[in-house]
C-alpha cells in the first residue's frame, strides 16, 4: 500500500519575523502613552487597558525575536506555527487576569492558555526573556544591524528634496582639511547640524576616535539611521529649533548643508556661533556660495573675509559615481574657518 508523505511545515524567514516585531514599535508606544487628560475612574481604567494591550504586544515582539533566532538555530518547536496572524499568537501568550476591585484587572505572571502550542510558545517566550546576558547583547546588535540595513535600502529608493549625502572620498577629504585647521589639537566635541547619513562625523571618529558627538538632523528617517549606527542624534531643524546655549559649544563643526536658495550660506553663518574658541568649522557649500555680492551670497562673502576662512576647491562629480548614495552633478568646494582663542 502506498504511503503519503507529509509535506514539510514552511517556516517563515527570520528577516521576516524581524520586520513584523519591527512593525510593532510604533504601536506599542502608542499603547504605552502617558495619560495626559485630568484623571477619572473611567479613564483610569482605559489607561490600564492599554497599557495592558501594549505589554501584550510587547511580549509578541520578544516573541516574534525568540522565533526568529530559533529558527536560525534549529530550534524552533515543531508544534509552533508561526505563520499564525498576531492576534492568534498574542492569544497563546495571554497571561492571566486577576480583578483588583473598581472595574480594574492586572495581569499576573501566570499564563492563561495550557494547549501544546500554547505551551510550546510560552516556553520559548520564557527562555527568550531569561537568557544570557551576553546572548542578549548580541543578539540586540544584530536586530539593529539588520532594522540599519532595511532603513538604507528604503531610503535609496525614496527621493527627499535637496538630500545628497556626503560621499565618503569627499567626507574624508573635509576631515583631513579640518584636521589641517586644528593645528595639532585634539578636539573632544563634534557637531553636525545636517547629518544626514552621518558620513561626515564617521570620518571624524577615523581621526579622532574619543569625540563626542552631536547629530542634528531634520529628517527622521536619517535620525532614526543615525541613531542604530550609535550616534547621538536628534531630528530637528538646526535654524528653527537648535541654539548654542541649549546645545553648548563645539570644537569641531562638520557640514554638508542644503543649498537651495543659498540655505548652505545661512546654515554656514549660524553654525559658527557654536564654535568654541579655538575650535574649526568645515563646510562642504555649492561653488557659487559668495559669488553674488547680493543677499545671504554677499552676506556669505563677507563672513568669509571676517573669519579668514580658508576656500579648497573640489573637482567635478564630487556627487557622482559609486559613491554617491543620491547622485547630483552639483559643484561644490569645502570652506574652513578656525575660530580665534
Not at 499564563?111 to 517566550?125: D, I, M, N, V, Y
Not at 531569561?130 to 546588535?141: F, G, N
Not at 589639537?185 to 577615523?206: D, N
Request: net charge neutral.
Amino acid at each position: 500500500m502506498a504511503t503519503t508523505k507529509t509535506k514539510p511545515k514552511q517556516l517563515p524567514t527570520p528577516a521576516k519575523l524581524r520586520e513584523r516585531a519591527a512593525a510593532l514599535v510604533p504601536k506599542i508606544a502608542y499603547l504605552r502613552r502617558p495619560l495626559t487628560s485630568a484623571w477619572t475612574a473611567k479613564r483610569g481604567r482605559e489607561y490600564d487597558q492599554r497599557i495592558a494591550e501594549g505589554h501584550r504586544l510587547s511580549e509578541l515582539q520578544e516573541l516574534l525575536y525568540a522565533a526568529a533566532h530559533a529558527i536560525e538555530r534549529n530550534e524552533l518547536p515543531e508544534l509552533l506555527d508561526m505563520r499564525q496572524k498576531n492576534d492568534e499568537l498574542v492569544l497563546m501568550i495571554a497571561r492571566q487576569r486577576e480583578n483588583v476591585g473598581g472595574g480594574r484587572y492586572v495581569e499576573t505572571k501566570e499564563f492563561s492558555r495550557h494547549t501544546p502550542e500554547a505551551k510550546a510558545a510560552q516556553q520559548l517566550l520564557t527562555a527568550w526573556q531569561t537568557r544570557d546576558p551576553e546572548a542578549v547583547a548580541a543578539q540586540a546588535a544584530k536586530e539593529k544591524q539588520e532594522q540599519l540595513e532595511t532603513k538604507m535600502r528604503e531610503l535609496r529608493t525614496t527621493r527627499i528634496p535637496g538630500f545628497f549625502p556626503t560621499p565618503e572620498p569627499l567626507a574624508i577629504r573635509l576631515v583631513e582639511y579640518a584636521c589641517g585647521a586644528v593645528r595639532g589639537r585634539r578636539p573632544t566635541r563634534l557637531l553636525e547640524p545636517s547629518a544626514g547619513l552621518g558620513a561626515l562625523v564617521h570620518a571624524a571618529r577615523q581621526e579622532f576616535p574619543e569625540l563626542d558627538v552631536v547629530c542634528i538632523e531634520s529628517n527622521l528617517r536619517c535620525a532614526e539611521i543615525l541613531s542604530l549606527q550609535g550616534y547621538n542624534a536628534t531630528a530637528a531643524d538646526f535654524l528653527e529649533d537648535c541654539t548654542p546655549e541649549e546645545l553648548g559649544l563645539f570644537d569641531l563643526v562638520l557640514m554638508n548643508p542644503p543649498f537651495e536658495h543659498m540655505a548652505d550660506c545661512t546654515h554656514v553663518m549660524v553654525a559658527w556661533d557654536y564654535v568654541a574658541p579655538g575650535g574649526v568649522l568645515a563646510a562642504i557649500v555649492s561653488n557659487m556660495a559668495g559669488i553674488n555680492p547680493r543677499g545671504q551670497s554677499g552676506q556669505f562673502n563677507l563672513w568669509m573675509d571676517r573669519v579668514e576662512a580658508e576656500v579648497f576647491e573640489i573637482e567635478d562629480g564630487a556627487f557622482e559615481g559609486a559613491q554617491a548614495f543620491h547622485s547630483t552633478g552639483v559643484k561644490v568646494k569645502i570652506v574652513v574657518a578656525r575660530k580665534s582663542m
